[in-house]
């Protein structure tokens, strides 16, 4: 099988790699690009511990062709970190507890910046179903959802 | 496997004429990547159509909207004209998964996907919409129900795809709705889903389309329940008789969803409901 030469940014950095025509964009990330902060869960969609931002979508990372993302923008939870600084979800989600065993928390952190770059002040109801497709297996979720508006809070009051 | 990402339509058709292995057109690949993952397809060929602008582009025009076959389904629900014009088929799509298929998925996969149970094929048989299906020498117009022959079987020949799906122009006084019955709000496959799109005419229902989803092979248009309707205020008598309709076209199966007996029972009273919204959005009193 012939390869393919992919060529896109990833968290603003422009990075080049080759990789066989069928391999998943999850799999690039984390064995070719070293980022592992992106998580494979299921495989097939259902979990979204896998997810990055493609062009500003979010995105299940297992179901792209990494041959799909040549010339296209990434962003993972690798780049949520601005000047050695976490991102307020990042730090709302240490300060409220909202992670135990952690595999689900980096896709839930992308989700969410998504969600709040959409929506600074989203209700209880939009966070549920805007974080649907990212499934956690330890916390309930409730710490996670209280993070999420905290974090939202905390951006909004710096955005004044 | 090779991968192709095409500028046109017209180089997609001819990339699926000349493969002589197995060949399959990536839209959004909620389906597909998760089949290949599976080892159910093989792929010798990936035609990726989103680099196509025509297939990513939705087009209003004196004969309706035109959706391109790669647009994503969260762009359905971002365009305000066709979440007016077509309620009911926007918030089918926009049922399809979490925000992250939403992101990929589109209607036009989840049409050539052929699960009976997909979301989007009923609102959009109720809409009327066709696809526009193109090949290396010849392009054609047909109705959706007519695309999907069987459970991930469709009509479509050998180096056929989908360029776009049409939904009519809409006349004053038209609404169309979308219900589907899941245990769960998120994440979940349709026990039943069922689509009414109808067009009033000084408050009495003029045309009507009534389709239903998860309780046949493939997703049906039930042309009695729209009979049952049309002429009538929507009074309780025309919603029984639309009720006895959706449920005597059912042919479901049992499974870990639902039994036949309850899918056949619940199509009558979603296809009920979803004539209701439809009712009251083209302007109706109930």
Known sequence: MSGVHVSTTIN???????????????????????????????????????????????????????????????????????????????????EHAALQCGICTPGILVAAKVLLERNPNPSEEEIRYALAGNLCRCTGYDKIVRAVQAAGKEMRKKSR | M????????????????????????????????????????????????????????????????????????????????????????????????????????????????????????????????????????????????????????????????????????????????????TPRTEMDIAVVGAGVSLTLERGVVKTARVALGAVAPTAILVPAAARAIIGTKLDDAALDKLAAACSAKCDPITDKRGTIEYRTKVAGVLGKRAAKIAFQRAGGVL
């Open chain 1, 12 to 94: 603003g950095d422009p990075v080049e790699f080759a990789c066989p025509q069928d391999e998943t964009l999850i799999n690039s990330l984390r064995d070719r690009v070293g980022l592992t902060g992106v998580k494979e869960g299921c495989g097939t969609g259902d979990c979204g511990a896998c997810s990055v931002t493609l062009d500003g979508r979010l995105v299940c990372s297992c179901l792209v062709l990494s041959a799909e993302v040549n010339g296209k923008e990434i962003a993972t939870v690798e780049g949520m970190v601005e000047d050695g600084k976490l991102h307020p979800l990042q730090q709302q989600f240490i």
């Open chain 2, 2 to 181: 090779r991968y192709e990402a095409p500028g046109t339509t017209k180089e997609a058709a001819a990339l699926l004429e000349k493969e002589k292995g197995s060949v399959h057109v990536l839209a959004g690949g909620t389906d597909l990547i998760v089949r290949m993952r599976l080892g159910l397809v093989e792929p010798d060929l990936i035609v990726d159509i989103k680099h196509i602008p025509t297939m990513q582009a939705i087009t209003a025009s004196a004969s309706g909207t035109r959706i391109g076959a790669a647009v994503c389904n969260a762009r359905l629900g971002e365009n305000k004209a066709l979440k007016k014009a077509w309620p009911g088929v926007v918030e089918a799509a926009n049922l399809i998964g979490s925000d992250q298929v939403q992101s990929r998925s589109t209607i036009a996969g989840n049409l050539c996907n052929a699960s009976p149970a997909a979301d989007s094929v009923p609102a959009l048989i109720a809409a009327g919409a066709k696809a526009i299906v193109v090949s290396k020498n010849k392009r054609r117009t047909v109705a959706v129900e007519k695309i999907v022959s069987g459970p991930g079987q469709t009509s479509l020949a050998r180096g056929e795809v989908v360029e776009a799906i049409t939904l009519p122009k809409r006349p004053a006084r038209s609404g169309d709705a979308y219900l589907r019955l």
